[in-house]
């Protein structure tokens, strides 16, 4: 049990420690000086090098600077859409399942080599074989004709994959996919040098080779990740000479860096929005920004025998008080999710079939369940991201709720992020806390990656016939309307099934220093910073 006075006193500690004035050393690496370079910080250390591997926001921020693919996305400004970016221009067939995309020509690697088709042939095919064991190819390059075949090692290439000529390269899936292009923005479709790369993973970073505006130039595990521009880089060279990526994981310290000088922008935690709004300086330099993110409770279905009754899962999510954590752990800032698609993703509803906040009703269910007040209910450990205390505050008030609504025991089991991935990979957490971001912004990214019995990021054993036949006729349905309703019917059987109970939206807080002009945003976050320029 997570007493409610702890976490009032916890809260009141960090708020406190949050205003005081910046202390303590500066940070490995990290110049005080207002040079040429961008300097923010990282929370982990990279959790994998490699384009084809990699599945945290943190680590894709920092390799989307370095590597690109066939297609990215507009600023917000633009309307968050698909683009071109490797390739100039593609076309779809007319059943839907081929695109040929024609490349730029001239675009280089940081090696100095032109980029053609069989590179993007090279690294797809890199991505999907074995050897790679990569963790997110088969939620975004599954769709490839022949990747079964490829993925198991039966054939070396996709069959899907086919180049054209130098600068033309034909991908075909094996069927209609509307989402598809969505697929080839995530990092398991980057292409990367294979001279560099090679064929197994990347571990150094002269395998990191990619024709993003900057270039891997030094890493100190622990301390900083540094990056240099490439100025041949094809969109022009970047404004400033690098960026320089200090690994912070407290809060506190990355909040006093920036107070300091020694870090240009910050996304930070809900304390330090606090501290920064008693600041008149820090106050005006506060933005909020909107993400394409929920942020939700799982129940391990697997890993939980009690989760398999309904019941018990339905009185979880009445006994919830989302707009108390919104309110009063969060300050307002975040919207209660009454859905589990987010604002930006294509057929968002402000409020989908959820269940309300009703104590007593849960606790009707819960008795039902064999379970009155709790009683010969198991222990639980809520499992969360250690390094982020929203996310340790909103665990422990989930918590705190499910005790005083419920009389279930729930303590906190705060994890380091890379094997907090591993664990959740590997369906081993029986009940936790975490946020998923859009990849991109069809309901296909979250519905059936999640919900499907055979989705790949079902971490909990979740399993409704109903929505696999769903989700199965809109993931190939090209009318866009009817696949639009038909995942919207099953986002409602999901809720009303609640093996997942959504909390909220993500609104990041950042504060930016009046002398960074340039930098980028879509709702998925800031774009690679070719643009950023810094006043001197």
């Known amino acids: ?29 990290v110049q005080a000086s207002n040079g040429n370079t961008l300097r923010y910080a990282i929370i982990n250390d990279p959790t994998d090098l490699d384009p084809a591997r990699v599945q945290d926001g943190d680590t894709i921020d920092l390799l989307q600077n370095i590597f690109e693919g066939l297609v990215t996305w507009s600023e917000q400004k633009d309307g968050n859409k698909i683009v071109p970016n490797l390739a100039q221009s593609w076309d779809v067939s007319k059943d839907g399942c081929t695109y040929t995309f024609h490349l730029k020509h001239g675009v280089k690697f940081q090696n100095g080599r032109e980029v053609t088709a069989s ?3 090279f690294s797809l095919n890199r991505a999907v074989a074995p050897a790679m064991a990569s963790a997110t190819v088969d939620d975004y390059l599954s769709p490839i004709a022949g990747y079964a075949d490829a993925h198991s090692g039966k054939t070396a290439t996709l069959s899907g994959v086919k180049v054209i000529d130098n600068y033309t390269v034909s991908i075909t899936t094996d069927k209609p996919r509307p989402y598809f292009l969505g697929d080839l923005t995530y990092p ?52 400033v000479d690098g960026i320089d990526r200090p690994i ?39 933005q909020f920004f909107p993400r394409a993110s929920i942020y939700y409770v799982g129940l391990n279905l697997g890993k939980v025998v009690q989760f398999k009754d309904k019941r018990v899962r339905q009185a979880f999510a009445m006994a919830i008080d989302k707009d108390k954590i919104v ?98 990979d590997k369906k081993e957490l029986p009940f936790f806390h975490m946020r998923w971001a859009a990849d ?93 320029s810094l006043e001197k």
């Not at 521009?229 to 404004?239: I, L, T, V």
């Not at 104590?359 to 039902?368: E, F, G, R, S, V």
């Not at 499992?383 to 340790?392: A, I, K, L, N, Y």
């Open 1 to 29: 049990m997570i007493l409610h006075m702890k976490r009032i006193g916890l809260l009141a500690i960090i708020v406190l420690a949050a205003f005081l004035l910046g202390c303590g050393k500066q940070h490995p690496g």
């Open 119 to 121: 590179d993007v042939a």
């Open 188 to 239: 398991a479709a980057f292409v990367v040098a294979k001279e560099a790369a090679g064929t197994g993973k990347m571990t150094s970073l002269k395998q990191m080779v990619g024709t993003g505006p900057f270039i891997a130039d030094s890493y100190a595990e622990g301390e900083i990740f540094k990056l240099k521009a490439f100025k041949d880089y094809h969109e022009g060279a970047p404004h």
């Open 248 to 286: 912070m994981k407290d809060a506190l310290s990355r909040f006093n860096a920036y107070k300091r000088g020694e870090l240009d922008f910050l996304p930070i935690q809900r304390q330090d929005i606090r501290a920064a709004m008693a600041d008149p300086t820090l106050k005006s330099q506060l």
């Open 327 to 424: 309110n009063d752990i969060l300050d307002g800032q975040n919207p209660a999710a009454y859905s589990f698609l987010p604002p930006g993703v294509l057929r968002y509803r402000q409020k989908a079939a959820v269940y309300p906040f009703d104590p007593k009703q849960a606790q009707a269910l819960m008795a039902q369940a064999g379970y009155p007040g709790g009683k010969g209910f198991p222990e639980l450990k809520i499992s969360f991201r250690g390094e982020q205390t929203d996310v340790q505050l909103v665990a422990d008030n989930v918590a705190q709720q499910l005790h005083d609504n419920l009389g279930i025991t729930v303590s906190q089991e705060p994890m380091e992020w890379g094997s907090y991935l591993a664990r959740n």
């Open 440 to 532: 991109y912004l069809d309901p296909q990214d979250f519905i059936s990656l999640f919900f499907t019995t055979s989705g790949n990021e079902n971490k909990i054993y979740y399993s409704n016939p109903e929505v696999d036949a769903l989700c199965a006729k809109a993931d190939s349905d090209l009318n866009q309307d009817e696949r639009l309703q038909l995942y919207a019917k099953a986002e409602d059987i999901v809720l009303q099934d609640a093996p997942v109970i959504p909390i909220y939206f993500q609104v990041d807080a950042e504060l930016i220093n009046p002398r960074v002009h340039g930098l980028r945003n879509s709702i998925f976050g800031h774009l690679p910073h070719y643009t950023v």
